[in-house]
């Protein structure tokens, strides 16, 4: 039976993290620096607060690092400290008194909608003020929504990925993303009715 074969990144990720748990802390830290601007990124979308941000990424790493010896290399290093921090950021919002869950319905009791886009943003507008208009909108959002909307629209994860992230099937993932994307528009046009063009 071979060794499946795994990309360089993922190959050179499996081998820091066998030299942390041996007791190499500096090969630890190379982890941290590969991947502790996309994890910011991800929390920024959560937080406009940088040093909140930067909390949640240290959080995040810090379990990462506690649980080091759970990580059994069927995902990559990346997916698997990706879920951390997204599970993080959900909780941090937990403790902050706003539920992942809060005033969610079943997205898959709900019957289907039509098909809803989200509108451009005016061309004239500054992107600051398009950075300041969205991150206001996913405020809004169900956190349940939000995760998925952010991960796709974001981060630009892959339905597969979403999937993996979030511990749910791609059929739901694509529910949730149809619904967030509806919700998005909705909650864009009530905070900012000059987007509802004809």
């Known amino acids: 039976m071979g060794t499946p074969m795994m990309e360089p990144a993922q190959a050179e990720d499996s081998q820091l993290v066998q030299e942390t748990l041996a ?3 500096m090969s630890f830290q190379l982890l941290v620096e590969r991947y502790e601007g996309r994890l910011f990124s991800l929390a920024r979308h959560y937080t406009r607060n940088p040093v909140d941000a930067e909390d949640i990424v240290q959080e995040a790493f810090l379990k990462a690092f506690r649980r080091l010896d759970s990580f059994d290399g069927r995902s990559s290093f990346y997916t698997w400290i990706y ?3 997204v599970n993080t950021v ?10 992942p ?3 969610v319905e079943d997205p898959e009791l709900v019957g289907e ?7 451009a943003p005016d061309a004239g507008l500054h992107t600051q003020e398009v950075s300041e208009i969205t991150h206001r909108v996913l405020e809004e959002l169900p956190e349940i929504f939000r995760t998925v909307l952010v991960l796709r629209e974001f981060e ?4 597969q990925a979403i999937a993996d992230l979030l511990g749910i099937s ?3 993932v694509e529910s949730r993303l149809f619904r967030a994307r509806a919700k998005f528009k909705q909650k864009l046009l009530a905070l900012y009715p000059e987007f509802g063009g004809a």
């Open 101 to 103: 869950v809060q005033n």
């Open 156 to 159: 630009e994860q892959s339905y």
């Open 113 to 119: 909608a039509r098909p809803v886009s989200c509108p």
């Open 170 to 172: 791609i059929g739901t």
């Open 23 to 25: 007791g190499n802390r």
């Open 83 to 85: 879920r951390i921090a």
């Open 90 to 99: 959900l909780d941090v919002m937990k403790r902050r008194g706003r539920s």
